[in-house]
Each structure stands twice: as structure tokens, then as C-alpha cells.
């Protein structure tokens, strides 16, 4: 008990000995205490900027100009109130080609297709310059198997100057290179990057493939499409058409430019010609999404129209006949195959005659009721013009 007593008395004697720590500051205190050295932070010196930043800016500020957002424009109509309203369906990159207004993209931006499918082209587009003032264009000139598009823009001729042209089969593995497009609308977006490799081959979705390719690691996305591609000198290299892409992801550091090489040789006859000269056979095809959701077919072109005095009318091809009801009358003949090569859609049959020209004689696998048939078309025969438009007879009803 004494003991007990001592050692309390010893505690009490020890802590009157030791002074009281201070109490912290409220957080409160702490704030309010460095608000008062609130003052903007003096600005480090700036290094100088590399050569290579330096040729970079260089490039973009004179290429700028030459870039252009396109809007592909297409007319849709209310089947209830019939009333036709244009909007966009799809947008992308192009850049100006030379000092005429004319402008290349990409053919798949000025596609429209629902679900997967392909309903057509668009021939009506917008374009937006660099200083954001957005005039009409029209397509004058599209190739299936190259993907690529030509565009008259009716914009002031000065506002537009061409990017100068390179060679693409000079480019080497490790070369620099510039991509400029409008990734997720937003305009003029630069990347950087290499040529991670040299003569690929890429799928159009047209069942061809264009040969020789760029690849580059320069970020490209959703957007970049029908956007150019410079070489360290500014030079047009190549068109940014396609990335490579993981299941739900976007661009995983892998992108394909059609190469200028092929621009080159394409563009020039798109312009002067619209097409890339296949042969006038004579016939007219459902579009594959509409033949599929209006009849249930998945493969094959359904003939629709058949003008007089051409190759498929010489050889009998059948087309489609409705009513005034809309019912079928006389079947159309259905092409599944050509030259021995099965038929999927029209773009792919358009595809397959840009890249091989035919023959003087084409034979098509024909299903005519239950039975496949081959028919053979002359072309060696001159079809002479097309029907004037307002003398040709609508093969179907408004769809």
C-alpha cells in the first residue's frame, strides 16, 4: 500500500517536470495560412525545340490548309409523310488532291450502310476547310476494289492548295512519317510515328485486297480515314485507310495507308472518267440489303432492269416484274456466280470488274426459277448510250 502510494506520487512529481507539447494547427488554420502565397508561379525557361519538332510544325502548318472533315450527306425519306430530309451518315478525312477543288477520301465514308449492310452511296457531301467554314461537294468518282474516293468541292480555288506530291515505293522501314486526319470529329489531329512495314496487303470489304500498303505505328482511329500521310519532307505518301483493331477496342498502334503509288495511277482516271471504265453490260441489281430484307435473299445479285440492245438483253437475262400491288409477277433472274467466282453483293461484283477488265465473253451461274443456268454475255457488241433517265421505266416501287 505504501509502496503503491510512492510510486503515484513519483508519476505526478515526473509529468509536472515536463513541458506540455503544442497543440497542431487546425487544418483549417493550415489553409488559410498558404492562401496567403496565392500568386502565379514563374515560368521555368523554355529549351529549344529539336529539328525534328521544328520540320513537325513546319509540316503541319503548311499541310493544314489541305485537310479537310468531310460529311457524307444522305436524302431520307418518312414513309408515312413522304417528306425527304438530308442528313449525315458518315464522316471522315480527305485532303485537297490538286488545284482544281477536287478532294480524295475514302470510298467507305461515303457508304451507307444499316446494320452491317450496304444500302448504297452517297453523292451529296459537306466539307469543312480549315478555317471552319463548310461548303457542298459531289462525288464524282468512287472505285470499289481501291477504296477511294473523289470529291468535287465547290469552295474558293485558293482557299484549297494541294499537298505536294512523294513516291511510295521509296519509302524505307523506319522512315518517319505524319498522319493528319480528324480522329472522333476532332479536326485536325496530328500523330507521329515510323513505316512500321512496307507491302501489305489489306481487305477492302469487297472481297479485294490492295496490294503494296503502309503500315505505320502514327495513331490513327475512327475518323483518320481518307486523311493524309506525310513523309519528313511534307510529301503525300500514302491515304490512311485502315486499323488494326482488338474485338471491342479501337486502334491498337497498327495502321494501313493506301500507298500514293496507287493514288497516282487511280485518282487521275476516277477524275477524268468517274469509274474505272467497266464494261456497260446492260443490267441493273437490287441493292444487297434491300434485295435481302424485301426478299430473303443473302447471296447473289437480283436483276431488276434490263435496258434494250445491250449485252444481258441479247442474252436473255430476266428481270423482276411487280405489280401494281407490289406482288410479284415475273421473277428476275438471280446471278450467284461470275467467270466461276461466287456472287455476294454488287459492291463486290463492281470490285471484281475495276481489278480485272473482262473478257469479250463473260458467262454469269443464273438461278431462273428452281435451276441454275449459265448465261453467256457478249461484249464484244456495242450497247450503244444508256436510257435517258426519264425515259427509263422503274423496275421497282419506291423502297
Known amino acids: 500500500m505504501i509502496r503503491a502510494t510512492l510510486l503515484a506520487l513519483t508519476t505526478l512529481a515526473l509529468s509536472a517536470q515536463t513541458p506540455a507539447k503544442p497543440v497542431p494547427p487546425t487544418e483549417e488554420a493550415t489553409i488559410e495560412r498558404f492562401r496567403a502565397h496565392a500568386k502565379p508561379r514563374k515560368v521555368a525557361p523554355a529549351a529549344p525545340l529539336s529539328a525534328e519538332e521544328r520540320n513537325t510544325i513546319r509540316r503541319f502548318r503548311e499541310t493544314k490548309a489541305s485537310v479537310v472533315f468531310v460529311s457524307a450527306i444522305a436524302a431520307m425519306r418518312d414513309l408515312r409523310t413522304m417528306d425527304e430530309t438530308k442528313i449525315p451518315t458518315a464522316r471522315g478525312t480527305g485532303f485537297v488532291w490538286d488545284e482544281w477543288g477536287h478532294v480524295v477520301t475514302n470510298h467507305h465514308i461515303i457508304t451507307v450502310e444499316e446494320g452491317g449492310k450496304r444500302l448504297g452511296d452517297v453523292t451529296e457531301v459537306e466539307v469543312t476547310l480549315s478555317d471552319g467554314k463548310t461548303y457542298k461537294g459531289r462525288v464524282i468518282g468512287s472505285s470499289f476494289a481501291y477504296d477511294i474516293a473523289v470529291l468535287q468541292v465547290f469552295a474558293p480555288l485558293g482557299a484549297m492548295p494541294p499537298i505536294p506530291l512523294g513516291r511510295s515505293r521509296t519509302l524505307q522501314v523506319g522512315q518517319s512519317v505524319i498522319a493528319i486526319g480528324n480522329p472522333f470529329g476532332l479536326d485536325h489531329s496530328l500523330s507521329r510515328g515510323v513505316v512500321s512495314a512496307k507491302d501489305r496487303e489489306i481487305d477492302t470489304g469487297y472481297n479485294t485486297r490492295i496490294l503494296n500498303a503502309i503500315q505505320t505505328d502514327a495513331a490513327v482511329n475512327p475518323g483518320n480515314s481518307g486523311g493524309p500521310l506525310l513523309d519528313s519532307g511534307g510529301r503525300l505518301v500514302g491515304m490512311n485507310t485502315a486499323i488494326m483493331a482488338t474485338k471491342g477496342e479501337g486502334s491498337v498502334g497498327v495502321g494501313f495507308a493506301i ?60 428481270p423482276l416484274e411487280l405489280d401494281e400491288k407490289g406482288a410479284v409477277k415475273t421473277p428476275g433472274d438471280i446471278l450467284l456466280g461470275y467467270q466461276g467466282r461466287v456472287l455476294e453483293n454488287e459492291g463486290q461484283f463492281m470490285a471484281m470488274l475495276e481489278v480485272e477488265p473482262p473478257a469479250d465473253e463473260v458467262v454469269f451461274d443464273v438461278l431462273r426459277g428452281d435451276q441454275v443456268i449459265k448465261v453467256m454475255l457478249n461484249l464484244k457488241k456495242k450497247a450503244g448510250a444508256p436510257p435517258r433517265e426519264k425515259d427509263r421505266k422503274p423496275a421497282l416501287p419506291p423502297l
Open 259 to 318: 500507298p500514293v503509288d496507287t493514288l497516282n495511277e487511280i485518282v487521275p482516271r476516277l477524275i477524268a472518267r468517274e469509274r474505272l471504265e467497266p464494261p456497260r453490260m446492260g443490267f441493273h441489281v437490287l441493292p444487297s440489303a434491300a434485295a435481302q430484307q424485301k426478299f430473303g435473299l443473302t447471296r447473289g445479285l437480283l436483276v431488276i432492269g434490263v435496258d434494250p440492245g445491250t449485252p444481258a438483253s441479247e442474252a436473255g437475262l430476266r
